[in-house]
C-alpha cells in the first residue's frame, strides 16, 4: 500500500488509491477528489500594506455511494492513519444514511476531459514576486487618488491570486488532473464634494495576468466612477426605460441560470418551473454556458464530478431550452448531467456557471443610451430583494438619468421593483460589447421597456 507523505505531489496517484481504497471496504461507487493551492493576497491603503497573506494549503474530500445512501467526508491530513479514520468516519454514515434513488456518480458514457484546449492556467504568476504584486496595488491607488482632487481617501487596492492543482478520480475509471490560475485586482475611493461623499470602484480578475488592466486604468475608471456620483439626486417615482450597466446584466444572467437551473427546478424553487421550452425572454435575449472557451475566466475540460465540458445554450431566442444540472439534480429531472457539478473538499457538489454569457446583439451600449428619450441608465443595485420562488425584485439601485439620448445626471437613493420574468420578456435591444475581465460571467448592455422607479 503506497504512502503518502506532506511531500506527496502525485495528487492523481493519490486520488485513485482513495477510490480503490473505498472499494475494497464495500462501498457501491466511491469518488476522491485532492486539491493543491498556493493563494497570495495583499490590501493596499493610503500606501501603506494593510492586509498580507500567502498560503500553500492541500486537502482530499471522499464521497461514496452504498444501497442508495450518500455520504461524504474531507480531511488536511495525508497521513495513513488519518486517511483510515476519515474512509472508517465515510462508512458509518453511509450505515445510517437515507437512501435516494437519485444518489449516485454520472453515468459512465458523460465522463472525461473534452478534446478543447481551454488553457486555464497561466505560469506567469508563480514568477511574480509579492513586492510586484503589491507594487501594482499601489500604482491602482495612486493612480486613483491622483485622478480628482476630490478623491482624496481610499478603501483600498486589492490584489490577490491562486494557483491550483486539482485531482478527481472515481471507481467508473475517470482519472484526470487540471491545473488552473486566477489573479484579481481591485481599487475602492471614497470622495467628497460640497460636503457630500461618495464612494465607488473598479476591478479585473482573469485567469491570465495579461488580460488584467494596467493599474494606472483600474485607478482611473475607479476614481472615475466615483466623480460620476458627485451631484447625484432623486427622480420622481414613475415607469421609465431601463438600461442595465454590463455589471447590472451580469447579475441578471447569473438570476436567470439559477431560476434555470436543474436543483431548483426540482425543488420547485424557480419562477421558470414548468416553462421548458415556453417563451422566457424577448427574441433577442440568448443565454449560453460553454466551459470550453480558451483561455476564458471559467473554462475547465471536466466539472466537478469528472463529465466532460461542452457548449450549453440555457436560453435560444427567448425560449428556455436546458436544465444546467449536476448528476443528482439530472436524475431528479429524469435527465443527464449537464455537466455543471461544481465542488469543493466537502460535501456534495452543487450546480454552477463555468464561462456565463449573454449573447452580444448589434448595438453599442451609447447607440442604446440615444434612443432613450427618458429613463434610468442602471450602474448598481443594492440588497437581497430577489425572490427567485416567484421573481419579484425591489432592490435599491444609483446611475444616470437619461434625457434626450445623453446621460444628463447622476440619481441616488431610488428603487426598481418588477418581475424578472417581465423584464426579461420586456428586452428591447442587447448591447454588442462583452467584457470577461469582470469574471466568469460577462453581459452586455440591455434596454428593457419601462419598469417601476422608487423615488420621491
Not at 88 to 109: C, H, K, Q, S
Request: aromatic letters at 6%; proline letters at 4%; charged letters at 20%.
Amino acid at each position: 500500500m503506497q504512502t503518502h507523505t506532506e511531500t506527496s505531489t502525485d495528487l492523481l496517484g493519490l486520488a485513485g488509491d482513495l477510490v480503490q481504497r473505498m472499494q475494497r471496504r464495500g462501498v457501491d461507487q466511491a469518488e476522491a477528489i485532492v486539491v493543491e493551492s498556493k493563494d497570495f493576497s495583499a490590501t493596499v491603503r493610503l500606501g501603506e500594506v494593510e492586509a498580507l497573506e500567502e498560503a500553500t494549503s492541500r486537502g482530499l474530500g471522499l464521497r461514496a455511494f452504498r444501497n442508495g445512501s450518500v455520504a461524504t467526508s474531507s480531511s488536511s491530513d495525508f497521513s495513513e492513519d488519518a486517511i483510515e479514520r476519515l474512509i472508517d468516519r465515510l462508512l458509518e454514515m453511509l450505515a445510517v444514511g437515507d437512501a435516494d434513488p437519485a444518489n449516485g456518480l454520472p453515468e459512465a458514457d458523460l465522463l472525461g476531459p473534452c478534446s478543447a484546449s481551454v488553457d486555464s492556467y497561466d505560469p506567469s504568476l508563480a514568477s511574480l514576486s509579492a513586492v510586484e504584486k503589491i507594487e501594482r496595488a499601489r500604482r491602482a491607488e495612486a493612480a486613483g487618488l491622483s485622478s480628482d482632487p476630490r478623491i482624496q481617501n481610499s478603501e483600498g487596492a486589492g490584489w490577490s491570486d491562486s494557483i491550483a492543482r486539482v485531482a478527481l478520480a472515481n471507481s467508473l475509471s475517470f482519472a484526470a488532473e487540471k491545473q488552473s490560475s486566477s489573479v484579481s485586482l481591485s481599487l475602492s475611493l471614497v470622495g467628497e464634494d460640497q460636503g457630500v461623499k461618495q464612494s465607488d470602484f473598479w476591478y479585473n480578475t482573469h485567469r491570465f495576468l495579461k488580460e488584467i488592466q494596467a493599474p494606472e486604468e483600474i485607478g482611473r475608471r475607479a476614481a472615475e466612477r466615483t466623480a460620476q456620483k458627485f451631484g447625484a439626486r432623486k427622480v420622481k417615482t414613475q415607469q421609465a426605460p431601463l438600461l442595465l450597466d454590463p455589471l447590472v446584466a451580469r447579475r441578471f444572467a447569473q438570476m436567470v441560470f439559477g431560476a434555470a437551473s436543474a436543483s431548483a427546478i426540482y425543488r420547485q424553487a424557480s419562477f421558470l418551473t414548468q416553462r421548458m421550452g415556453q417563451r422566457i425572454a424577448a427574441e433577442c435575449f440568448s443565454l449560453i454556458d460553454d466551459a470550453t472557451l480558451a483561455g476564458a475566466p471559467g473554462s475547465r475540460s471536466f466539472d466537478g464530478e469528472g463529465v466532460t465540458s461542452r457548449p450549453l445554450s440555457i436560453v435560444e431566442n427567448g425560449k428556455l431550452c436546458a436544465n444546467p444540472s449536476d448528476a443528482y439534480s439530472a436524475r431528479r429531472l429524469q435527465q443527464k448531467s449537464s455537466g455543471h457539478a461544481a465542488r469543493g473538499l466537502r460535501g456534495q457538489p452543487g450546480v454552477a456557471p463555468s464561462n456565463l454569457m449573454i449573447a452580444p446583439g448589434k448595438s453599442s451600449v451609447e447607440q442604446l443610451i440615444g434612443s432613450v428619450k427618458s429613463g434610468l441608465y442602471l450602474t448598481q443595485l443594492f440588497g437581497m430583494g430577489y425572490n427567485s420562488v416567484t421573481g419579484d425584485l425591489s432592490q435599491g439601485a444609483a446611475g444616470f438619468w437619461i434625457e434626450n439620448g445623453a446621460l444628463a445626471y447622476p440619481v441616488q437613493e431610488i428603487t426598481v421593483a418588477g418581475n424578472l420574468l417581465q423584464m426579461l420578456l420586456s428586452i428591447e435591444a442587447v448591447a454588442s460589447e462583452l467584457d470577461w475581465r469582470l469574471g466568469a460571467t460577462a453581459a452586455p448592455a440591455l434596454l428593457l421597456g419601462p419598469v417601476t422607479i422608487g423615488g420621491e
